[in-house]
């Protein structure tokens, strides 16, 4: 219903009362004019007592006001349901207006923070690994200290950009298939190496391969989250135990216990509350106190519930239901995943061409490539510019980052494949957009790989190095 349409039946139905008092009006004069009749001519009125035309009048009458209020309510209950559905498409439409909004503010302010980032992470890991004039102990422990500030800061950053995400449903789900016994085995050897600096154990009590239904990238998520916190809140020579079993309602329920402290009953309430870190903010343990949060909406959108029970001293033990897979079928999802090992550069030779406007960003990547005989890099602060670079000098592999002044990162790189020149050339994007949709959306745009900011020099010598052995 368009608007013009739903503000005249407004103004209808608001006429209607005024119609309805009319007719009542009309009802009781009629009956005023009979009554006045009775008793000015009894005689008359008991001579005529008979007439079909009294008798008939009468009836209108009676009928009328029994009518006329009833439609008087039915009319006033339209009216108020009218107006009660009207609030409630405005309240929708600003709802979306200001969700629209903040994802907007969102991107810009993920796009505003990740690249000066890259710049104070990029050089301050530059500082750390210089040979030429190696900093002092004291100037080392000081890079040491931008390092880890600027990585938790980072990790803030993304943090609370996927709890916005999640609450305003932008994060698309694929359910599939997962195998949750092979997923937690991958999970664990991301944290063996945590576990084992504080002398943890991990212990699995999975025995068969269990299929849920989930999605298998923001489950992972979710698992990786588990663990840390089971390492991080543990103590020193403690045990984890990960735990798999099939739950009531064709569930599966996997748990991760840890020996740790526990979480005191009057805090229950506080565990799945955004930045809330139950005391810990204190210590040393680090952390921002929104994993659990997003851990817990991730699994309710995947159909799913979390829980924990824990006694203080005892340790905690959070689990996960999911609903059991039909199939016995894993789904995998590609996400263009880039080898991001220190490779041997020493022997490598080629020609790369860096696209970027942010000169901060532009003088960290020459440094990387500066102590690497072999390769040589060109630079541009457009995608114009690099279009006629990527053309005339005819480089090995194209850096590029997606959002430039004029033409953009995606505009470029189709230019780049209608031109005969450079149909093959491998592009690969490096952007400071770090949600999933953009990286897909980006992978089947034709990129070789999608690098976010900021990046790690292992991850841009991984893809060089990839790159440059295949040609």
């Known amino acids: 219903m368009n608007k013009k349409l739903s503000t005249q039946l407004f103004e209808w139905f608001s006429a209607l009362p005024l119609i309805v008092g009319i007719m009542m009006l009309t009802a009781l004069a009629i009956l005023l004019a009979l009554a006045v009749d009775a008793l000015i001519t009894p005689l008359f009125f008991a001579m005529m007592s008979d007439s079909p035309y009294r008798t008939m009048a009468m009836t209108i009458a009676t009928a009328l006001l029994v009518a006329i209020p009833m439609a008087t309510f039915a009319v006033l209950l339209i009216r108020y349901l009218y107006t009660l559905r009207q609030q409630l498409i405005e309240a929708k439409e600003a709802a979306e207006q200001a969700s629209q909004a903040k994802s907007e503010f969102l991107s810009r302010m993920s796009h505003e923070l990740r690249t000066p980032m890259n710049a104070i992470l990029g050089f301050a890991e530059l500082l750390q690994i210089e040979q030429d004039s190696p900093l002092t102990d004291e100037r080392r422990a000081y890079v040491e200290d931008i390092l880890k500030a600027g990585e938790h800061l980072l990790e803030l950053i993304n943090e609370i950009l996927d709890l916005a995400k999640v609450e305003t449903g932008e994060i698309v789900l694929e359910i599939e298939n997962v195998d949750i016994t092979t997923l937690l085995a991958d999970s664990v050897s991301l944290i063996s190496n945590q576990a084992a600096l504080r002398g943890i154990t991990v212990n699995s009590r999975v025995y068969e391969s269990i299929l849920v239904q989930a999605d298998q990238t923001r489950l992972k998520e979710v698992v990786l989250n588990l663990l840390s916190n089971a390492v991080k809140y543990n103590r020193d020579g403690g045990e984890i135990v990960i735990d798999v079993q099939k739950a009531a309602n064709d569930m599966v329920r996997f748990s991760v216990s840890d020996s740790g402290e526990g979480i005191p009953a009057n805090r229950y309430a506080e565990v799945f509350q955004p930045f809330n870190r139950l005391g810990a903010e204190s210590s040393e343990i680090e952390g921002t106190g929104i994993g659990l949060a997003i851990a817990?909406?991730?699994?309710?959108?995947?159909?799913?519930?979390?829980?924990?029970?824990?006694?203080?001293?005892?340790?905690?033990?959070?689990?996960?239901?999911?609903?059991?897979?039909?199939?016995?079928?894993?789904?995998?999802?590609?996400?263009?995943?880039?080898?991001?090992?220190?490779?041997?550069?020493?022997?490598?030779?080629?020609?790369?061409?860096?696209?970027?406007?942010?000169?901060?960003?532009?003088?960290?990547?020459?440094?990387?490539?500066?102590?690497?005989?072999?390769?040589?890099?060109?630079?541009?602060?457009?995608?114009?510019?690099g279009l006629v670079l990527a053309r005339t000098a005819q480089p090995d592999l194209v850096l590029m980052d997606i959002n430039l002044p004029g033409m953009s990162g995606v505009d470029a790189l189709a230019e780049l494949r209608d031109h005969v020149d450079t149909s093959r050339l491998p592009v690969v994007a490096i952007s400071a957009v770090a949600n999933a949709e953009e990286i897909d959306r980006g992978m089947k745009a034709g990129f070789f790989a999608y690098i976010t900011k900021p990046f790690t020099v292992d991850k841009i010598l991984g893809v060089v190095n990839e790159v440059l052995t295949k040609r």
Not at 311 to 318: E, L, R, W
Not at 340 to 361: C, F, H, R, V, W
Request: aromatic share 8%.
């Open 296 to 385: 817990k909406r991730l699994v309710e959108r995947m159909s799913g519930n979390i829980g924990f029970y824990s006694q203080a001293g005892n340790g905690a033990t959070f689990w996960v239901e999911l609903p059991k897979a039909d199939v016995n079928q894993i789904g995998l999802i590609e996400r263009g995943d880039v080898n991001t090992a220190s490779p041997d550069m020493d022997k490598l030779q080629g020609k790369i061409l860096y696209i970027e406007d942010n000169s901060a960003n532009v003088r960290f990547l020459v440094s990387i490539f500066k102590r690497f005989e072999g390769i040589s890099i060109l630079t541009a602060q457009t995608a114009e510019q």
